[in-house]
C-alpha cells in the first residue's frame, strides 16, 4: 500500500460505480442536461451521491436541507433515499404511499415521504435544477424545492418560518455553496437542526483549507500554519471553530476519487 497509488483513485471510482451505483436516467441526464447547459462540472460523483444517499437513510432523515443546488444531482440523490425511506416504512407498516387520505383502509397513517429544501443563488442554475428534478421524476416543491436566494438570506427566513411553526426542522443539512462561508453555514445549519442526532456534512473542505492557504511548504517541510491571526490573514477556519462548538462532535474525513484529493466535516449534533 502505498499513497502513491492515489493516480488509481479515478479508475477505481469508474470499477465500484459500475458495480454499486445502479444505473439512474434522472441522474444521468442530470450531468448531461447540465454539460449542455455550460454548467461546470462540480456536482457530486456518483459515489459522493450514493454515500449521501446511504447517510440519509441511515440517519433516518425527514427533511434535508441543502446549500448550494447547482443542476440538482445531490437534490436527487437526497430525494430518492427520502422516497424510498417513506416506501419502506409505508410497506413495513401495512399501509400505503397515499398521502391524500389521513389515513389508509387498515386505520394506520403513512408517513410523510420527507423532502429536500435546496437554496440556490443563480437563477439560471435555479430553473435548471427544477427542469433536471422534474425530468427525474422528482415532484417540486412536494419532494424538492428549490428556494433562490443568497444562502445567508434565505437561512434566517426558513428560521423565522420554523419559529412561526410552517415550516419543520431539518435533520441533514448539505452544505455546499460558497467555501469562505461555510462556517456561518455551518452554525445555520446547527440551528435550524431538530437537535440529537441531526447531521450537518461540509463538503470540500479540505480543498478549502489547502486552497484557502491554511496549509504551506513542500515535502517534509509542509505543515499548518497556526500564525494567519498574527498575520492579519484570514482568521480561524471551520475546523478550528467546529472543534470548539459544544454543540457537536464532529470529524473530517480525507477523500480521493474522480472528485481530486478532497474531503469533508461532517458533524452530529449532541
Ligand atoms: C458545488 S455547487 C453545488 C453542487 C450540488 N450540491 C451537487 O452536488 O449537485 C455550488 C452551488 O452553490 C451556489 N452558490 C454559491 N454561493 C451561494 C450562496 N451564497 N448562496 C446560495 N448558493 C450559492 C453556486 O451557484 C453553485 O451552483
Known amino acids: 500500500m502505498s499513497i502513491n ?5 479515478t479508475t477505481i471510482d469508474t470499477h465500484t460505480e459500475l458495480h454499486l451505483v445502479r444505473p439512474d436516467p434522472g441522474l444521468t441526464h442530470t450531468y448531461s442536461n447540465s454539460t449542455a447547459h455550460n454548467i461546470p462540472e462540480i456536482a457530486v460523483s456518483p459515489s459522493q451521491g450514493k454515500f449521501l444517499s446511504l447517510l440519509t437513510t441511515i440517519s433516518s432523515a425527514r427533511n434535508v436541507l441543502e446549500i448550494g443546488t447547482l443542476g440538482g444531482y445531490s437534490s436527487i440523490c437526497f430525494a430518492r433515499a427520502l422516497k424510498a425511506a417513506a416506501h419502506n416504512h409505508n410497506h413495513d407498516n401495512g399501509t400505503n404511499d397515499q398521502e391524500n387520505e389521513h389515513k389508509n383502509t387498515n386505520g394506520r397513517s403513512p408517513r410523510p415521504k ?5 437554496i440556490e443563488i443563480d437563477p439560471a442554475r435555479r430553473e435548471l435544477s427544477i427542469q433536471n428534478l422534474t425530468h427525474a421524476n422528482v415532484k417540486v416543491p412536494e419532494e424538492a424545492e428549490v428556494l433562490l436566494g443568497a444562502a445567508l438570506d434565505v437561512l434566517p ?8 411553526g410552517t415550516r419543520e426542522r431539518f435533520d441533514f443539512v448539505f452544505v455546499d455553496a460558497d467555501w469562505e462561508r461555510q ?14 442526532g441531526s447531521v450537518v456534512y461540509v463538503d470540500n473542505v479540505v480543498r478549502a483549507l489547502i486552497e484557502g492557504g491554511f496549509v504551506e511548504g513542500e515535502g517534509r517541510g509542509v505543515g499548518f500554519r ?11 477556519g471551520l475546523v478550528e471553530k467546529v472543534g470548539r462548538d459544544g454543540r457537536v462532535e464532529a470529524v473530517v474525513m480525507q477523500t480521493v476519487g474522480a472528485k481530486d484529493y478532497d474531503g469533508f466535516l461532517m458533524a452530529v449534533v449532541k
Open 114 to 118: 420527507g423532502k429536500v429544501t435546496s
Open 226 to 236: 497556526e500564525d494567519r491571526e498574527k498575520e492579519g490573514e484570514r482568521g480561524e
Open 183 to 196: 462556517w456561518e453555514y455551518f452554525d445555520w445549519g446547527v440551528k435550524l437542526c431538530k437537535g440529537r
Open 5 to 9: 497509488n492515489v493516480h488509481l483513485a
Open 157 to 164: 427566513r426558513l428560521g423565522t418560518e420554523i419559529e412561526a
